[in-house]
């Protein structure tokens, strides 16, 4: 408890935690010390700690961020003496789980020249666009069995989906998580029946289009420029000729070496290309984009 009163706030959305700025240990070796306890507290009721922190590209503060990634590397690699049977103590870690999620380049942001062990207490996952045949099993349910739902006579309703409709989500949302749910968002409000069908789910896009455009755009305009010209020049060519030598060609580059840490940077930092043979887009949204009309529909 003495360590949960330096907890000075929990956001209702619960994006933050901030520390009191009191009297005691610095807001960092609080946070440890409570992750501790916590972690205790998990063994002795046979449970385990899970640590979500979302959009964590949002910590800006370079020494905010250290000290967090501290903290919770510290605390992953705590070690407690505890009984076994037969009398033995052995040492175990702690049953702590943090996941954090955001950008892919967060990792970059995250490395030991910002003074935090990142690279070696934690493991990067980056996650590609969704796959079509995931994305229509995952409807699959709603279109055979519906979702239930409150009717205008305060009873319950069912709606379901058409098949046409949810290949038409599928293929608007370009794989892309945020954009696949606004998608079936604005399919949902668009739907005046108790079946989704293709035509509600284009008129509920058509309101989002603009919303669909900023979200690619943020992700092309937070690149640097030698980066966001080589997706351009990319884009510019045929998907087979969408080779290093041919990019750096189109960026008026005499060689493809002087390309090559740029593209590898957008491989495996920004998680937007697959450098193969051709080079091809990871983020499906990006390549429809500024190849073809998307996200505007007929």
């Not at 046979?46 to 590397?73: K, P």
């Not at 590609?128 to 239930?148: R, S």
Request: with cysteine; aromatic share 8%.
């Amino acid at each position: 408890m003495d360590l949960l009163s330096r907890v000075e706030q929990v956001a209702i959305s619960g994006f933050s935690l901030a520390m009191g700025g009191g009297e005691g240990p610095e807001p960092f070796t609080a946070l440890f010390d409570l992750l501790i306890e916590l972690g205790q507290a998990a063994i002795d009721q046979d449970a385990v700690i899970l640590i979500h922190i979302d959009e964590v590209q949002n910590i800006t503060d370079e020494a905010a961020l250290s000290q967090l990634l501290i903290a919770l590397g510290d605390a992953l690699s705590y070690e407690v003496e505890v009984s076994a049977p037969g009398g033995l103590y052995v040492t175990r870690f702690l049953p702590i789980a943090v996941y954090l999620t955001g950008l892919p380049d967060f990792e970059d942001m995250a490395g030991a020249r910002k003074g935090a062990t990142f690279a070696r207490r934690f493991r990067t996952t980056t996650l590609t666009a969704l796959d079509e045949d995931d994305l229509l099993e995952a409807l699959q349910p709603f279109i055979l069995e519906g979702w239930e739902t409150q009717d205008d006579e305060h009873g319950i309703a069912r709606v379901s989906m058409s098949q046409e409709a949810a290949k038409a989500i599928v293929a608007l949302c370009c794989g892309e998580p945020f954009l696949f749910q606004l998608a079936g968002q604005r399919a949902w409000n668009a739907a005046q029946t108790s079946v989704i069908s293709e035509d509600q789910v284009v008129t509920g896009w058509s309101g989002a289009e603009g919303e669909a455009s900023a979200h690619v755009e943020r992700i092309l305009n937070r690149l640097p420029t030698r980066e966001h010209e080589f997706i351009d020049a990319m884009a510019a060519l045929p998907p087979a000729d969408r080779k290093l030598t041919k990019i750096a060609e189109q960026m008026g580059m005499t060689a493809a070496t002087q390309v090559g840490p740029t593209s590898q940077r957008l491989d495996t930092v920004r998680g937007i290309i697959t450098r193969g043979k051709p080079y091809s887009f990871r983020n499906r949204a990006v390549e429809a984009y500024l190849t073809t009309d998307w996200p505007r529909v007929n």
